[in-house]
């Protein structure tokens, strides 16, 4: 607890820093990426302190007591099987492996949806993880959070990251019981951008896709249009968004429409450009509809 509060005050003195220095935005963005590291020095407390346990999930589930206990129970147990928050390959000063969450109520057997996270340019897997884990922790679904090879995504030129996360779901589904029917590729920013340029290619094992405040036109241009036939896109972008003005979105998504995707578009009139946490649990709803 103490460790948590000295890393919240840390972030909040960054952050506070950079907003009086006036210059990048980046430098904001660079003091909040720590609320990653807050959340995961946090979590191991939720088994035993049930406020904490009811601040990971997300708020429609809070008061699920019985939901709570099974959560409780199951991260306690000791039969075996890895469940919780666990990394591969994935420390900060690493690129190109993956951090996922298994959830703690899992029986061994049943198959869980899979939602591939793809964090934003110069971001850390294991930092992303946390956007998806209240909700992913409340419906029993598999989280993996992969780290690119490099400072960013292959949004331009060779693509050196498709296959790691292409053998990324085989290996989790090698442990774990994956619903092969129900696998999200998800991101934000320059994530949203790959998961557009990989998603849309064959051979990827991806049946969804959700991309946020991302670049996608250019990537529809050459050529990928024509394979969104049919596919389950949610496509979300922010009116306010500075880096990826909303046109680029309204003009993906009448291409989409146009290749015949099945397309929910969201426009979210006061969203800059950051992730839209608050859509997670409509994108699951839907991915489960």
Known sequence: VVEVARQTLDMLTAFVDAGRAGGSPFELYRALRRFGRVQEALYPLAPAFGLVSRWFLEPARRDDDALLERLRVGAMRDDGIRVGVLHADNERSMRGGFSLY?????????????????????????????????EARARGMLVLAPTAR???????????DAAGLRQMVEVVAERYAVD?????LTGMSDGATYAFRCGLDEGMPFTHLAPAC?????????????RA???????VH????????????????????????????????????????????????????
């Open 102 to 134: 298994v959830p703690e109520t899992w029986d061994g057997r049943a198959s869980m949806p899979l939602i591939v996270a793809l964090h934003g340019g110069q971001g850390h897997g294991r930092d992303f993880l946390w956007t998806w884990l209240r």
């Open 150 to 160: 490099e400072r960013t995504w292959s949004i331009m030129g060779e693509d050196v």
């Open 180 to 184: 092969r029917g129900r696998v999200l």
């Open 214 to 226: 991302g670049m996608p036109l250019p990537l529809l241009l050459g050529g990928r249009a024509e």
């Open 229 to 235: 036939r049919g596919r389950p896109i949610y496509l």
């Open 238 to 289: 922010g009116g306010l968004d500075w880096m990826f003005p909303v046109a680029t979105a309204r003009a993906a998504r009448d291409a989409l429409l146009a290749a015949g995707a099945r397309l929910v578009y969201r426009e979210i009139a006061d969203l800059s450009h950051t992730y839209p946490r608050d859509e997670n649990p409509t994108i699951l709803d839907w991915i489960m509809a």
